[in-house]
């Protein structure tokens, strides 16, 4: 065999493992990049989701304030349970479940826990706040804005709301201090 035939073999052959390599290698970028796009569009999909979702919480606690209960809010709050349910992280649908648990229990029993209840949907609202946007806010701050009997019964609240946390395990962050 004379030394072009083994230089065309050899040149042949480096080129074909070089071009084996470089596919895998792009290949398994592409999976990777894939992937990534993938999480980032299932996760934009629940921010975008769940964005709106503290607002509307809080919108229909006032509605049910204000409304001592009565009116067409029962709509609204299924609405609210199912998007929880959909695209809520794990704390937020645990919180909602919990509300709806005791809805059913204390519907049973016509007990209603006025600062646990509302205590809930600011909870609520707190967490998934969190969830879309990484900031803590104290979920007092609502109670202040919008009870104007707060400075009277923030002790009831106060108790109500860190109760749920702690049962929750939520973030201590969410304690009313």
Same mark, same amino acid.
């Given at each position: ?9 050899? /040149?042949?052959?480096? /080129? ?9 290698? $792009? ?13 980032? %569009? ?9 964005? /709106?979702?503290?607002?509307? $919480? ?34 937020? $649908?645990?919180?909602?479940? *919990?509300?709806? &648990? %005791?809805?059913? %229990?204390?519907? &049973?029993? &016509? ?14 609202? *707190? ?13 007092? +701050? ?14 009831? +609240? &106060? ?14 962050? +969410?304690?009313?201090?």
């Amino acid at each position: 065999m004379s030394d072009e035939l083994k230089g065309a073999i050899i /040149t042949a052959i480096v /080129t074909g493992i070089i071009s084996i390599i470089g596919f895998v290698v $792009i290949y398994n970028s592409m999976k990777k990049n894939f992937k990534n796009e993938l999480e980032k %569009e299932k996760t934009s999909v629940h921010i975008e989701k769940m964005s /709106t979702m503290p607002y509307f $919480i809080l919108e229909l606690l006032e509605k049910m304030n204000k409304s001592q209960g009565q009116g067409d809010i029962l709509n609204d709050f299924i609405s609210l349970m199912n998007t929880v349910y959909a695209y809520g992280s794990e704390k937020a $649908i645990l919180i909602a479940a *919990t509300m709806q &648990k %005791e809805n059913y %229990e204390k519907a &049973k029993t &016509k007990q209603f826990e006025k600062y646990r209840a509302i205590s809930l949907y600011t909870l609520l609202a *707190t967490q998934i706040k969190y969830d879309v946007t990484g900031i803590v806010v104290s979920p007092e +701050f609502w109670l202040q804005m919008k009870l104007n009997d707060y400075s009277v019964s923030k002790s009831e +609240f &106060k108790k109500a709301n860190n109760l749920i946390v702690k049962e929750l395990n939520l973030k201590s962050e +969410f304690k009313v201090k």
